[in-house]
C-alpha cells in the first residue's frame, strides 16, 4: 500500500499501491493485456500489408516491366499502414473480457500461430485479386491496359483500380485486425472506439480525392462508378474471407521459437522431463531466496537510516563520547572506573582499564 504500507514493505514489494485500492490491480493486468493485443493487431495488420506490397512491387516488375504500385502510391499505403493504422488499433479501449483469456507466458513469442494463420492466409488472397486485376483487369472492364510500353509512362484507368483495390483491401483488413486471437466478431465493441470509425472513414474520403483529382501527381486516372463499386466490393470481400481463414486449424501452422524455453535432457541424465522439473524446481527456490534477501536488504536500510539520523543527534553522540571522555579523566590515575576491566599484560605490571 502507498499510503498504509510501511518503508519495508514498499521497498521489498513489486507493486505500490498509491490509491491503497486493490481494483488498481485489476485495471492494470487489463490494461496491460489491452497494450499486448494493441500491438499484435498493429503487427499483424502491418506485416500483412508489407508483405502483399513488396511481393506486388517485385513480380510486378519482373513480368510487366514496371511495379504496378508507383512511389507515390506506396508512400500512400505506408502512410496508411503506419500512421493512421497505429492511431486506430491502439485506441481500443480495454473490456473485461480480457481478463477471462488466460495469461500469456514471458517467453511466448509475439507473433502467434493465429496471428501467422492470419497474415498468410490474407496475403494470399490479397495478391491473388491484385495479379488478376494486373493482368485481367483491362479486359474485365474493357478499358485500356495501363502496363504497354506505350501506357506504362501515363495515368490509366488500369493503374488506378489496382490502386484502388489494393488501399480497399487494406481498410478492410483493418478491421479484421481488430481481432487477434480467433474471435468471428471483428464488429465487436467497434462503437466504443470513435478514433477507429473516423480514421476509417477520413482514410476512404481522402483516397476518393487521391483517385478522382490527383492525377499524374499519384500515376492515376479519374474512375467511374462501376469501377468504383467492383473496387470496393473486392475490398469488402476480406471480411468474408476473413470468417474463410477462421476455419482453418490453427496447429496446422509451426510454432516460432520461444526465447529460453528450448529443453535439453544432460548427457548424464536422459530422461527429459525429471530434467525439466527440477529446473522449474530450481528456479522457484532461487526466485525465493531473492524475495527474501530482498526484505532482509529493506529492513537492512530501514534500520541503517534510522541509525544514522539516531546518531546525528546531540543526545545521542554525546552519549557515544562518554566513555571516551571517563578514559580521558582516569588515564593518569592508578585504577580504572567502575565498571571497567583490568588488563594484566602490561609489562611493567600496571593496571590499566582497557
Known amino acids: ?28 493486468v487489463m490494461w496491460g493485456r489491452n497494450v499486448y493485443d494493441s500491438i499484435s493487431k498493429f503487427l499483424q495488420f502491418q506485416l500483412t500489408v508489407n508483405l502483399v506490397a513488396i511481393v506486388v512491387a517485385f513480380v510486378g516488375a519482373c513480368v510487366v516491366q514496371v511495379s504496378p504500385l508507383t512511389g507515390t502510391q506506396l508512400l500512400w499505403v505506408n502512410l496508411i499502414m503506419d500512421s493512421f493504422a497505429s492511431l486506430a488499433l491502439a485506441t481500443e479501449p480495454p473490456t473485461e473480457d480480457l481478463l477471462k483469456r488466460k495469461p500469456y507466458g514471458r517467453t511466448k513469442p509475439l507473433i502467434s500461430r493465429t496471428m501467422i494463420r492470419n497474415i498468410l492466409g490474407h496475403a494470399i488472397f490479397q495478391l491473388a485479386v491484385l495479379f488478376v486485376l494486373v493482368f485481367l483487369a483491362d479486359d474485365f472492364f474493357d478499358i485500356e ?24 483491401l487494406q481498410l478492410f483488413n483493418e478491421i479484421n485486425s481488430r481481432k487477434v486471437h480467433g474471435e468471428r466478431n471483428v464488429f465487436g465493441a ?26 499524374k501527381a499519384f500515376h492515376v486516372a479519374g474512375l467511374g462508378w462501376e469501377e468504383w463499386m467492383w473496387c470496393v466490393f473486392l475490398g469488402f470481400s476480406e471480411l468474408l474471407w476473413g470468417q474463410l481463414v477462421l476455419t482453418i486449424p490453427k496447429t496446422s501452422f509451426p510454432k516460432l521459437c520461444r526465447f529460453g524455453t528450448k529443453e535439453m535432457p544432460l548427457p548424464m541424465e536422459p530422461d527429459g522431463p525429471k530434467d525439466s522439473k527440477a529446473r522449474l524446481l530450481w528456479i522457484r527456490g532461487l526466485t525465493r531466496l531473492q524475495h527474501q534477501i530482498r526484505v532482509v536488504n529493506a529492513f537492512r536500510s530501514v534500520i541503517d537510516g534510522r541509525s544514522q539520523r539516531a546518531i546525528a543527534s546531540p543526545a545521542v553522540f554525546n552519549s557515544l563520547l ?12 592508578d585504577y580504572p572506573p567502575m565498571g571497567e576491566s583490568v588488563d594484566m599484560d602490561h609489562d611493567d605490571g600496571s593496571e590499566k582499564p582497557r
Open 1 to 28: 500500500m502507498g499510503i498504509a504500507g510501511t518503508d519495508v514493505a514498499k521497498e521489498a514489494s513489486d507493486i505500490i499501491l498509491t490509491d491503497d485500492n486493490f481494483k488498481s490491480i485489476v485495471k492494470a
Open 145 to 168: 491496359d495501363g502496363y504497354l510500353e506505350t501506357t506504362r509512362c501515363k495515368p490509366t484507368m488500369h493503374s488506378s483500380v489496382v490502386f484502388n483495390t489494393f488501399v480497399m
Open 190 to 215: 467497434i462503437s466504443q472506439n470513435p478514433v477507429f470509425i473516423g480514421i476509417m472513414i477520413g482514410t476512404f474520403i481522402v483516397q476518393i480525392l487521391i483517385i478522382e483529382f490527383t492525377g
Open 322 to 333: 562518554a566513555p571516551v571522555r571517563t578514559a580521558m579523566i582516569y588515564d593518569d590515575e
